[in-house]
């Protein structure tokens, strides 16, 4: 199914973007950009990374680096339920074989 893109407005750092996203993903949109835009404000107001592009490359890698770090932890996460749910599995099957 075709999702019908609509032009969203964005404000980082104080410049308007305008993003084409399905209706659909617009409110997860604005709260990455409200992210990002926090993120470039904090990096800007500390005054230890200067320049737009740099404070972009920095926010960038900041959550980059977060989402990383989520995603290795979502996999142990999965593994560790995957071996709990073999074992359980493994159970109830001895469970069903002695009845």
Excluded: F, W
Aim: charged content about 25%; aromatic content about 2%.
């Amino acid at each position: 199914m075709n999702k019908k893109l609509q032009p969203v407005s964005l404000t980082i750092m104080g410049k308007e973007y305008k993003i084409a996203c399905a209706p659909d993903e617009q409110s997860d949109l604005i709260r990455s950009a409200g992210q990002l835009d926090m993120q470039m404000r904090q990096m800007r107001d500390s005054g230890k990374v200067a320049g737009a592009d740099r404070i972009a490359v920095m926010a960038a890698l900041n959550l980059a680096h977060e989402l990383q770090m989520i995603k290795s932890q979502n996999a142990a996460l999965n593994q560790t339920l995957n071996e709990c749910l073999a074992k359980m599995t493994h159970k109830i099957e001895n469970v069903l074989e002695n009845q």
